[in-house]
């Protein structure tokens, strides 16, 4: 079946260092692609997502890019904050069923 | 891990009646619950946060008294859509926090609806 696979945290990076956090995913068809973020305290948000292969979304800073070949959504940022200390979840929806099907989360944390 | 359950994982009911959704966090307790929508082909959208105890807290635009939440236990949240139309017809997902802290949460593997 469809699944989402994201690299274990905690991720633990200085303010200002480069962020990636893999995701892989096994899916058949064409599914869209996202990445959710849960800050504490609160419930989950679409940060950016992606339809197609070679999209690229983005939001505050953050980009991943739809690889279908490598079948990989990883989410970057040039320059972490101390604020964008989150729990980040990979997820994709296949428009087969429109299920959502979610990554383990990755806790990161940034340093001041 | 931890886990949480979602009952029942689809329905069909007919408009005009009302259907409630269980969910349960089965080895933890979960002083917040929250409950999600994911339309067609879209992300997911949080409807509505749930404490233990205490009314939910809904976001803009969700009706609180189209959506019923009750989370009565530190195991059990309900989400009951009173007088369901087409139009209600959704993936509903619950998630569940452990009680030692926010930042890990479990999803249940969500409920179909289709109201005819």
Known sequence: GDSVTQMEGPVTLSEEAFLTIN???TATGYPSLFWYVQYPGEGLQLLLKATKADDKGSNKGF???YRKETTSF???KGSV???DSAVYFCALSNARDDKIIFGKGTRLHILP | GAVVSQHPS????KSGTSVKIECRSLDFQATTMFWYRQFPKKSLMLMATS???SKATYEQGVEKD???INHASLTLSTLTVTSAHPEDSSFYICSACELAGYE???FGPGTRLLVL
Do not use: M, P, W
């Not at chain 2, 689809?10 to 009911?13: A, D, E, H, L, T």
């Open chain 2, 104 to 106: 890990t949460q479990y």
């Open chain 2, 51 to 53: 404490n233990e105890g």
């Open chain 2, 66 to 68: 189209k959506f019923l």
């Open chain 1, 81 to 83: 904050q101390v604020s």
């Open chain 2, 10 to 13: 689809r329905v069909i009911c």
């Open chain 1, 74 to 76: 990883h989410l970057e």
């Open chain 1, 63 to 65: 980009e991943a890019t």
């Open chain 1, 23 to 25: 995701c892989t995913y």
